[in-house]
């Protein structure tokens, strides 16, 4: 069963800063692109960004220059460092496995981020 350990939300003042880690089995993070994703109430979960295992990255228009992230292969951990944080950056934040091949992606079990004054 693989899983992924997510950290880092919160409650934060708009303009403020957050980062999220989210924490895997090494035999999953060294092959699979990972990514954060997000759901804010009433609204359909979408990506934020991501890296591939190569270390490119993508960012959704609305975070780019904002949220950066980036992945420790050393740790087994992906991160997204979220600054100059908005209100509508509130929501619950995922973190997203998706190895090649066949295998179906795997998700983390969700964090919180709140941005509200």
């Known amino acids: 069963q693989v899983q992924l350990v997510e950290s880092g939300g919160g409650l934060v003042q708009p303009g403020g800063s957050l980062r999220l880690s989210c924490a895997t089995s090494r035999s999953i993070f060294r092959i699979a692109n990972m990514g954060w994703y997000r759901q804010a109430p009433g609204k359909q979960r979408e990506l934020v960004a991501a890296?591939?295992?190569?270390?490119?990255?993508n960012y959704a228009d609305s975070v780019k220059g904002r949220f950066t992230i980036s992945r420790d292969n050393a740790n087994n951990t992906v991160y997204l460092q979220m600054n100059s944080l908005k209100p509508e950056d509130t929501a619950v934040y995922y973190c997203n496995a998706d190895p090649p091949g066949s295998r179906p992606p795997f998700w983390g079990q969700g964090t919180q981020v709140t941005v509200s004054s």
């Open positions: 890296i591939t295992s190569g270390s490119r990255t």
